[in-house]
């Protein structure tokens, strides 16, 4: 119950980091715009005028879109019923649409043997970390792999980004750090599984997930 509760308020956090990062800054410089909008029109600059609605339509379909992503990372991965490899491909999919580096990928063995629970955790943590490569890491090319046999489950992804001190991801139990990473880490644990994160600047990262069968 207190890591559910952990995951769910840096959750939260996470979402207000969002809002307040993108969507919030978006809507601030369109309302900026609709002021200079009321001016080029008291004015009568028409063609700045156009040139200025321009811009707006343009901010307007960014904060769309912003919050569109936003719902879709927050909405169940898949159904219960539903193939987890099925969806890995179309968040890969995904994941390239939003701007992220190429994806080389393997499954080796059966995705079934993890619980439902278990599959969704997994793919929350795909999730996070591919977002963090997206936002941070400046990466040129990703590998992900998934290798599962009798008796473990593992995820491995690796990346060729600007990395960071692997030194300084925060404490699950502290309110400061990066949300994402605390979260990634909070729902390995409440699986039995390990994570384990290893990246130095200028060297990439590497994630590696392991869940005992």
């Known amino acids: 119950m207190e890591k559910s509760l952990t995951i769910a308020e840096n959750e939260r956090r996470y979402v207000a980091q969002e809002l307040h990062d993108h969507v919030a800054q978006t809507l601030l410089q369109m309302n900026m715009q609709v002021s200079i909008c009321q001016q080029y029109l008291q004015m009568g600059a028409t063609d700045a005028l156009k040139a200025e609605l321009a811009l707006l339509e343009q901010q307007s ?22 193939s987890f490899k099925t969806w890995l491909v179309e968040h890969i ?28 955790a997994v793919a929350r943590i795909i999730q996070e970390s591919l977002q963090n490569i997206r936002k941070h890491a400046q990466a040129d090319k990703i590998d ?19 990395g960071f001190d692997d030194a300084l991801i925060p404490n699950p139990l502290s309110e400061k750090g990066g949300a994402g990473l605390v979260n ?22 590497f994630i590696q997930l392991t869940v005992p069968l």
């Open 144 to 162: 992900l792999s998934i290798q599962s046999g009798e008796t473990r489950f593992q995820l491995t992804i690796t990346d060729d980004g600007i």
């Open 93 to 120: 999919s995904t994941h390239r649409k939003r701007g992220g580096a190429p994806i080389s990928f393997s499954i080796s063995g059966s995705v079934t043997a993890l619980s439902c629970t278990q599959q969704l």
């Open 61 to 82: 379909h960014t904060a769309s879109k912003q919050i569109r992503e936003m719902i879709s990372d927050l909405l169940p991965p898949f159904s219960e019923d539903g």
């Open 184 to 205: 990634m880490i909070i729902r390995a644990e409440a699986i039995g599984a390990t994570l384990d994160i290893k990246s130095k600047p200028g060297k990439g990262t």
